[in-house]
């Protein structure tokens, strides 16, 4: 599994990585090219500004400090000079990583910090480089740069793993399939959710090969999950097995082809798979979406809409989609018992679907009264605690064997 990771140009032109400095080793030295910037993950910086004597001025940085950051924007020569002033450990921002993101901000805001780096530059000629003094801010990219780096090493070392959440026919409670969802074991810290870290992975382009490294799994785990239906449920209909694509993925170039061929090129039936993709793939570049999963669908692969009724996006774009499922946002399967304009909302998202010919899975179902509900509105599968949390593949095979089909 690994050297699919390996071989993405994304983890390989990597854009943050550690380094670590004994007391008194220099960083760099003033006239130094610039490049990259540093983040103190632990230790202490000494930074030495100022030309002559009369003008010199020493500053000491600690962790969660950034420095070198003017470097980034312009590449000029350092202006200071900076030493460790203890064991140091720090996480290096490749300005090749830095460019590319400026380049793709809107032209104000790159116009905005080049000339703002060009004052401080007039301006640190005879003093000391600021300091960022919002602390949220900095405690945010702290975490930010921290967690990324975190999570690329995971990625090398087989920390996260796939776990699988069963998908139930409302009508007979036999299982119909499963989602593949992420899941991050960390050494001495426990286990780790996607709401902590799916957004990091998606700012920093680490969802590609994440996001490729899901499939390969979820594809495996269906092949051992069918066999051991076959064997306890054989007259059954074919499992599924939905996995998520975040909307970066749609817009990196080639990757829906690299998805295709990866789905192709494992050998499975293209319509056992199903692609979720949030409904707010429509908030940005709806052509470019709608295509992304009109290739999908050629290909033969099934596209499920995800979250569907937050999105906030307009209902026309369902009639020129590719849809072949949508998935009951859980927050209305959670207010639908309690009150009634929720349950009129499911009502009509299950209506609707039927009408254009898509198929409902309810998400979020915790309690057999929901169940009983979706069934009579007509929703074909159903997931949620009531059934199954997310769990691993070993525990997914004995649940076929405990659960698979009520005799
Ligand atoms: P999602 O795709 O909407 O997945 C459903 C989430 O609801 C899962 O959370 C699942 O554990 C949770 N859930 C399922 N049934 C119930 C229930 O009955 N009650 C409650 N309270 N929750 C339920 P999880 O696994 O923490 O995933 C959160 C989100 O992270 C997912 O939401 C999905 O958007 C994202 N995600 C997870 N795995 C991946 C992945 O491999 N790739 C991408 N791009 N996103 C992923
Ligand atoms: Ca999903
Ligand atoms: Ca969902």
Redesign the pocket.
């Known amino acids: 599994m690994k050297p699919l990771l390996r071989q993405n140009p994304q983890t390989l032109s990597m854009k943050w990585h550690r380094e670590h400095f004994k007391k008194g080793d220099p960083i760099f030295h003033r006239g130094d090219e610039g490049s990259d910037a540093y983040l103190i993950e632990q230790g202490e910086v000494r930074i030495e500004a100022g030309q002559d004597p009369s003008t010199r001025r020493n500053i000491t940085l600690r962790t969660g400090e950034i420095f070198g950051e003017i470097a980034l924007v312009d590449r000029m020569p350092r202006t200071a000079s900076a030493m460790a002033a203890e064991d140091t450990t720090l996480i290096a921002i490749s300005s090749e990583y830095f460019l590319t993101q400026f380049n793709q901000a809107a032209p104000l805001v790159s116009h905005l910090i080049t000339m703002v780096v060009s004052r401080f530059r007039e301006l640190s000629k005879s003093s000391l480089p600021g300091r960022v003094q919002n602390s949220e801010l900095r405690d945010y990219v702290f975490n930010h740069v921290q967690m990324s780096q975190n999570i690329s090493d995971a990625i090398e070392s087989d920390e996260f793993h796939c776990y699988y959440?069963p998908i139930m026919h409302l009508a007979d409670q036999c299982l119909a399939g499963f989602?593949?969802?992420?899941r991050w074991q960390r050494p001495s810290i426990g286990m780790v959710?996607?709401?902590d870290f799916?957004d990091i992975a998606e700012s920093t382009g680490l969802?590609v090969p994440m996001?490729r490294w899901?499939i390969d799994q979820a594809i495996r785990g269906l092949a051992q999950l069918q066999a051991r239906m076959d064997a306890v449920h054989p007259n059954r209909p074919p499992l599924f097995m939905s996995i998520?694509?975040?909307v970066c993925q749609l817009r990196e170039p080639d990757e829906v082809d690299i998805i295709i061929r990866m789905i192709r090129n494992s050998g499975v039936a293209m319509d056992r798979i199903k692609l979720?993709i949030?409904e707010s793939v429509m908030l940005g570049d709806v052509h470019e979406a709608i295509l992304a999963m009109e290739k999908i669908k050629s290909a033969g692969i099934q596209v499920a809409i995800?979250?569907f009724g937050t999105g906030y996006s307009s209902l026309s774009y369902l009639a020129t989609m590719p849809i072949d499922n949508l998935k009951v946002d859980?927050s209305f399967v959670f207010a639908m018992r309690e009150h009634e304009s929720s349950y009129r909302i499911v009502r009509a998202i299950t209506g609707m679907a039927h009408d254009m010919g898509m198929e409902c899975i309810a998400?979020?179902?915790?309690d057999i009264r929901d169940a009983d509900l979706l069934r009579q509105l007509g929703c074909k599968y159903g997931?949620?605690?009531h059934f199954a949390?997310?769990i691993s593949l070993d525990q997914a095979l004995d649940y076929i064997e405990r659960r698979g089909c009520p005799d």
Not at 179 to 182: F, K, P, R
Not at 363 to 366: S, T
């Open positions: 959440q989602e593949a969802l992420i959710y996607p709401g799916i969802i996001g899901m998520n694509l975040s979720e949030t995800d979250d859980q998400e979020g179902i915790e997931q949620g605690y949390k997310p």
